[in-house]
């Protein structure tokens, strides 16, 4: 060991030459990139995990039942009063068949709904 350290010592040493300015630069924009590619990384995180999130609750999806339009004729359940009841039957009864085509549906039955609306179609063409 010693003979490798005399060899070592023995040795000239250069003097290294460094450019501080560059240096100084070089060192700034690697911390500058170091800041960017975190501040980045955060940012991207941060979208994917509202992503995920949203997805999840599908905030702002819209809502597949068919409740909505079970009910087409609110007027009669506002207006109680015995005169200004207006009662149409064929249109209650288009309403009808319109529910029950919508339960289907909700249910699974597409093609039963399918079937009774074209029987409904075909009716309103029958009373034209």
Same mark, same amino acid.
């Given at each position: ?8 010592? %023995?040795?000239?040493?250069?003097? *290294?030459?460094? =450019?501080?300015?560059?240096? $100084?630069?070089? %060192?700034?924009?690697?911390?500058? /990139?170091?800041? /960017?590619?975190?501040? *980045? ?6 979208? *994917?995990?509202?992503? &995920?999130? &949203?997805?999840?609750?599908? +905030?702002?999806?819209?809502? $597949?039942? +068919?409740? =909505? #339009? %079970?009910?087409?004729? /609110? !007027? ?12 149409? +039957?064929? !249109? =209650? !009864? ?7 085509? #919508? ?6 039955? *597409?093609?039963?709904?399918?079937? &009774? &609306?074209?029987?409904?179609? %075909? ?6």
């Amino acid at each position: 060991m010693i003979e490798i350290e005399k060899k070592i010592a %023995l040795q000239k040493r250069e003097a *290294v030459n460094t =450019n501080i300015d560059k240096f $100084m630069i070089k %060192l700034n924009n690697k911390i500058e /990139t170091s800041k /960017t590619n975190r501040q *980045v990384f955060f940012a991207s995180s941060a979208m *994917v995990f509202i992503i &995920l999130l &949203l997805t999840i609750t599908q +905030f702002g999806a819209p809502n $597949m039942e +068919f409740d =909505n #339009y %079970l009910l087409t004729r /609110t !007027e009669n359940l506002i207006e109680t009063d015995f005169w200004n009841i207006n009662i149409d +039957f064929l !249109e =209650n !009864e288009q309403a009808y068949f319109h529910n029950m085509a #919508y339960f289907l549906m909700d249910e699974g039955y *597409v093609w039963e709904a399918i079937e &009774l &609306l074209d029987q409904l179609k %075909l009716e309103e063409e029958k009373s034209l």
